[in-house]
């Protein structure tokens, strides 16, 4: 017998094929509630259907908001970026400035090391003495989500 190659039905409303989607998703990487709409919809699912499915799996704990950002925290900081460039990533995706603020709640003592981690990466560990490649070394402190305070604070520390 003969296999169809006749793919199934697609029902923009389908429950199951909206689950099957957002689990395939989660499967890759952790996606914010936002993300996951976005992406359900741009495949041409109903975006009130995904919503209910998406709340169905959050009560399973199969989609959190709050292991995304943590996720996405822990990543940025991998890369070197700090706690402003990681919080408008964040913004982007959806998630509130409450639990922003919330996971972003490490001791500046953790966001002083990485910076200094950056430093020692990047520039060997030493702000320069001109003016002009100093000031080019502070605005890419700041591109990398380091706070004004946080780049003047190991200023400061170093002198």
Sequence with gaps: MKKSSKK???DPGSRVQIEGAILRLQSFREHS???LVQKCVA??????SVQLVLDELREMGLQSNVRYTESLLYSRQR???????IAAD???KGIED???QQVLALSDETWQVLLERVIAKKFQGKIATEPKEKAKQLRYLQSRGFSAEQIWNWIKSDT
């Design 8 to 10: 199934p039905e697609f």
């Design 33 to 35: 509630e936002k993300e």
């Design 43 to 48: 495949r041409g699912f109903d975006a009130s």
């Design 79 to 85: 890369k070197g970026f700090g706690p402003v460039r």
């Design 90 to 92: 964040l913004r982007s």
């Design 98 to 100: 409450d639990l922003i």
